[in-house]
């Protein structure tokens, strides 16, 4: 064992099929450069110190599933805290609310401080599946696409497989990078009740979202193609439309709505909810370095925070 072990994980935003992922849908998202940070050491007793940047209410709102999702791990792992306590710190400049893939920055993160501390030799594959765990905890039913893109990184394209078997996980090769903005509405979502709403909602309208899945799986592959192949006139086509299907899954809120409409005004080409939805982040595509500035300070300006980053990491 060594003295301390520490680990990252990446934030991620989803480009395509969030919510629609979980029903086998593919989806295609994005690690971005902005990671969590676990250290660990042993200590007298069990302590879980956050200093993760996060909006005002977020550490509050997810003291539950943040300590399910630590059983979750540890069990899995196989890891007992009261026998040999340990003191974890989390860090880094992800800033945590929901749409950006914290809490499974956060397990993918703990996963691989562990792996260092007790020397385990983890590989990405073992890291994924105990972040996938972690995110039970979080999440309840998950397509697993965040801790996919909180281990891996990079672009992906993503089909989770609904018989319990291996998910889909392919790498999509960028012709250049994307610069884009993420817009964070400052509203925290609880992924769980919203997943388990937007399920409710399906149960009462099953025609009506099986038309919107029909939809949306008729230009995904498009999308795949139109990213590969650098067309971003059509990529940005293809963004709104995926927006539109979360309008109609009433997952978009009046915050983000207000971000996307300040966001176009100023050369945003495209605007989305990424991730959980009802608050969270909205992904701006940004074609240029001078369109990327004055999106964030024309958002900024509006009074929400603003993260300029690139895709593919
Ligand atoms: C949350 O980032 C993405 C959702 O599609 C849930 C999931 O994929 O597990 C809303």
């Not at 943040?66 to 989390?90: A, G």
């Not at 207000?258 to 050369?267: L, M, P, Q, S, V």
Request: charged content about 30%; some cysteine; glycine content about 10%.
């Amino acid at each position: 064992m060594k003295d301390k072990g520490t680990g990252a994980g990446f934030g991620k935003t989803i480009l395509f099929g969030e919510h629609f992922v979980v029903y086998g849908l593919p989806g295609i998202a994005s690690g971005i450069g902005d990671r969590t940070i676990a250290e660990i050491e042993p200590a007298e007793k069990y302590e879980l110190i956050d200093n993760r940047p996060a909006t005002p209410d977020y550490k509050q709102k997810k003291k539950g599933e943040m300590e399910r999702s630590m059983k979750m791990i540890l069990d899995f792992m196989r890891i007992d805290v009261e026998k040999n306590p340990v003191k974890i710190t989390l860090s880094g400049n992800l800033y945590c609310t929901s749409g950006v893939g914290a809490s499974a920055a956060m397990a993918t993160s703990i996963a691989r401080a562990f792996s260092d501390l007790y020397e385990l030799n983890l590989n990405d594959e073992q890291i994924n599946r105990i972040s996938y765990e972690g995110e039970k905890g979080t999440v309840g039913t998950h397509s697993g696409l965040d801790n996919t893109c909180a281990t891996f990184g990079g672009l992906i394209w993503f089909i989770k497989n609904l018989e319990g078997g291996e998910n889909t996980i392919e790498h999509i090769d960028l012709k250049e990078p994307i610069d884009i903005v993420l817009a964070n509405t400052g509203i925290s979502q609880d992924t769980k009740e919203v997943v388990m709403d937007v399920k409710s909602n399906k149960e009462a309208e099953p025609e009506k979202y099986e038309r919107i899945f029909r939809d949306y799986e008729a230009f995904v592959h498009e999308a795949r193609s139109a990213l590969e192949g650098g067309d971003f006139d059509r990529l940005a086509q293809l963004i709104d439309r995926n927006h539109e299907l979360l309008r109609e899954i009433t997952v978009s809120c009046k915050e983000a709505e207000e971000i996307i409409t300040a966001a176009k005004e100023n050369g945003a080409t495209a605007g989305k909810i990424t991730g959980t939805g009802r608050g969270g982040y909205v992904i701006l595509l940004t074609p240029r370095k001078d369109i990327q500035d004055r999106v964030a300070k024309a958002i900024e300006a509006k009074g929400y925070k603003t993260m300029k980053t690139t895709i593919g990491y």
